[in-house]
């Protein structure tokens, strides 16, 4: 335990700048420290200085001192007095020191769109209080991170200007450039007008621009196709559809087209009699033949009693193999379930000749 005796006060004061050009990390700090009586002075240990970096505190008077520091950040500054000379010690002075990054002007945007066309900017600049964009169709804005509509079709330059008055370079900018591409034009006709029972409907593709085409016929089937050729599509059961046709071109872009058409479909069934499986061409495979049919089972026997095939799916028809070997030339009997769209229900047999 000790009893401090006197009244000599210290008005602890300090001072920094910057040693060099604009681009230096390194400072001079200044002790302005006074003593109120001439007679006491400062000492060389009489003051700590740490300076927010990690480094070690340096002990010292009131001699100026030199610190480089490692990057751009903020770092705190302190002055300790330690001497217990003065009545007021210890006492600390505290501030800071920033030191600004360059100001980088840069941006992230996809590099282009199908017109009309909004582009969001997103803003990555490094530093930066206030942005300018020339969005290259001669609007500007100084949001920090714009949307901005492109409706005509076009390669627009777009540059940002980044300013910050405390970083060295005061100002930066970048540029990109955005290209907008045309949408096709997608457009179609459709026969019968008019429907005729069990009729297909033929789709013209009457489309412009386009490249590649997806047909969707509004009862959950549709057709892929790259070329402007006709489609024709089989409807299953009498109602109104909302077929569309959708039109890509070379840049992805899209566009979409529908009509409303009606359909007359009369429940009918047959099967073929005879098929030559093995062979090229539309009597290769033998399928359940008919319109409005709902839900089948199809099964196919041997003359042994033996199921050689059977389907639930309209679509999917016997090519004359059982467990993947081709079947003798014989003539083969079925029996076919079949529910109509309609809701009414039938049995068919039958028999088919295997041609080899």
């Known amino acids: 335990t000790y009893i401090r005796v006197g009244n000599v006060k210290a008005d602890v ?97 996809p590099a282009g769109g199908c017109a009309p066309y909004t582009a969001i900017f997103d803003n990555t600049s490094l530093a930066g209080q206030t942005f300018d964009w020339d969005f290259g169709d001669g609007s500007t804005g100084n949001q920090a991170n714009p949307t901005h509509d492109y409706p005509t079709p076009g390669t627009y330059v777009v540059k940002l200007t980044a300013h910050d008055e405390s970083t060295c370079n005061k100002i930066s900018d970048t540029s990109m450039t955005i290209t907008v591409s045309a949408k096709p034009v997608a457009g179609f006709s459709y026969t019968p007008v008019v429907p005729v029972q069990n009729k297909p409907n033929i789709f013209t593709n009457l489309s412009t621009g386009g490249v590649r085409f997806n047909w969707l016929f509004g009862d959950g089937e549709g057709l892929i196709k790259t070329s402007m050729d006709t489609a024709l599509h089989q409807y299953n059961t009498t109602g109104a559809y909302h077929p569309c046709l959708v039109a890509i071109n070379q840049f992805g872009c899209t566009d ?6 009606v359909v007359d479909i009369l429940p009918l069934l047959d099967v073929p009699t005879a098929f030559t499986p093995g062979k090229f061409g539309r009597n290769a495979v033998v399928n359940v033949e008919g319109f409005g049919i709902g839900q089948l089972s199809w099964k196919i026997y041997n003359r042994f009693g033996q199921k050689v095939f059977e389907t639930n799916d309209r679509r999917v028809g016997w090519d004359g193999r059982f467990n993947g070997q081709l079947q003798p030339m014989d003539v083969y009997t079925y029996t076919l379930d079949v529910i109509f769209t309609d809701g009414k229900k039938t049995r068919k047999t039958g028999d088919i000749t295997l041609i080899r």
């Open 256 to 261: 979409t087209t529908c009509q409303d058409i």
């Open 13 to 109: 004061k300090i001072a920094f700048n910057k040693v060099g050009d604009c681009l230096s990390s390194e400072y001079r700090f200044e002790n302005l420290s006074t003593s109120d009586n001439p007679a006491i002075q400062f000492g060389d240990s009489s003051f700590v200085w740490t300076f927010g970096d990690s480094t070690d505190p340096v002990y010292t008077g009131t001699a100026p001192l030199n610190h480089p520091y490692p990057g751009p950040g903020v770092y705190p500054i302190t002055l300790t007095l330690t001497d217990t000379n003065f009545c007021n010690s210890p006492v600390t002075i505290d501030t800071f020191v920033r030191i600004n990054p360059l100001v980088k002007a840069q941006f992230v945007t």
